[in-house]
């Protein structure tokens, strides 16, 4: 038995708590077993992120990492060295990446003192050092099955562990009274409200969700969208609102920005989409919305049906496709025992499988075999 707990040094690809790898982070750093697991994270800036970290007690630094690019070899080389000091410093036993940029940088480090690397992959998208990365990691960690598939060239599969993404159950025990949440939305007590979770850009597909809606609005008239989000891509949200505009919607369809109070609304929530295109890995949203009991209706990108049990605790249907969205909001929409049976049943399945408790126990033992 280990007197001391193993330290372990992450990297976060931002700064912010705005996305879901980031929240992700939080969680699993949180809620390790502080007798066994001692972490240390490195963030690109002072931000939310860390201020959240530290007052959880973690150790934080926050290290720029430039990207490799020509003539940026003196600030990569600083960068690298404050790694390797921070390193020696906190007698660091492994590392723990997520992103392309600093696992590339942690690999370096990897290579240079001993140290294994753990790269947690959570986006579908191939990377062009994905074949390098590889082979600087120990182990590699995806958050679904299907991101596998980016790795197809690795022909071994004992590098590769899946984990899902786990939500902290305890932030989505809520009883609140959601009529404020309505009433500051504009919505009324008997309006079926969708709601929508995620940044405002093309690859989250909210323009197919609009046309969805509208659609369906019109066997449900008092039917309401909510896109709860960062406005990342002021171009594409003016599409979005043309679209709603020239389908006569533009009155029932709401742009809230990004929200710190997120679960206010995804409680009063009737009916939660996910329309992404692509790009998406195992998305917390769709989660976060099953562990509420929300019934959930998504596109099939990245893990998306390793989250939902298709027909069982929500719909799963192809991208790109308003008319597939519309018919599942329809039936959703018109049908209340149906909304009510299939909530419970994804507050099941995120209890059962998709708890933080469940992912940090993995991940743990995960790092112990790692080191063993």
């Known amino acids: 038995m280990r007197a001391e707990p193993i330290r372990i040094l992450y990297f976060s690809g931002f700064a912010n708590f705005r996305y879901g790898g980031q929240r992700s982070l939080y969680h699993l750093v949180c809620n390790l077993d502080g007798r066994a697991f001692h972490p240390h994270v490195i963030v690109p800036g002072e931000g939310e992120l860390a201020e959240k970290l530290r007052a959880r007690g973690v150790a934080v630094s926050a290290v720029d990492l430039p990207g490799i690019t020509p003539g940026s070899a003196p600030g990569c080389w600083r960068a690298l060295q404050r790694i390797l000091s921070i390193m020696r410093k906190g007698r660091f036993e492994l590392l723990h990446s997520d992103g392309p940029r600093n696992t590339l940088y942690g690999g370096i480090a990897s290579v240079l003192t001993g140290v294994p690397l753990v790269w947690h992959i959570r986006s579908s998208d191939r990377d062009p050092w994905d074949r390098l990365l590889y082979a600087l990691c120990s182990k590699i960690i995806l958050v679904a099955d299907s991101l596998r598939g980016r790795f197809g060239f690795a022909r071994d599969d004992g590098k590769f562990v899946t984990i899902h993404n786990g939500v902290d159950l305890e932030e989505f025990r809520v009883g609140e009274d959601t009529s404020g949440v309505l009433h500051e939305c504009g919505c009324g007590m008997g ?11 093309a690859l989250k597909g909210q323009a197919y969700l609009i046309e969805a809606v509208a659609t369906a609005m019109d066997r449900h008239p ?20 043309q679209i709603a505009r020239r389908s006569g919607v533009a009155d029932r369809v709401m742009f809230l920005g990004h929200r710190d109070d997120v679960v206010r609304f995804l409680s009063a929530s009737d009916i939660v989409v996910l329309p992404s295109v692509c790009g998406e890995a195992f998305p917390r949203a769709i989660i976060e919305a099953m562990a509420l009991g929300k019934p959930v209706v998504a596109t099939d990108v990245g893990g998306t049906r390793e989250a939902i049990f298709d027909g069982v605790t929500g719909f799963v249907v192809s991208p790109r496709d308003p008319g597939a969205l519309a018919d599942r909001i329809d039936r959703l929409a018109g049908n209340e025992a149906m909304r009510l049976s299939m909530g419970r049943a994804a507050q099941c399945r995120a209890e059962a499988l998709f708890c933080i408790e469940k992912n940090v126990l993995a991940t743990e033992k995960l790092y112990r075999e790692v080191l063993r």
């Open 191 to 201: 309006d079926i409200v969708i709601g929508c979770f995620g940044r405002v850009e």
């Open 222 to 241: 008092t039917m309401r969208l909510l896109l709860c989000g960062e406005i990342s891509d002021e171009r594409y949200r003016g599409q979005c609102e």
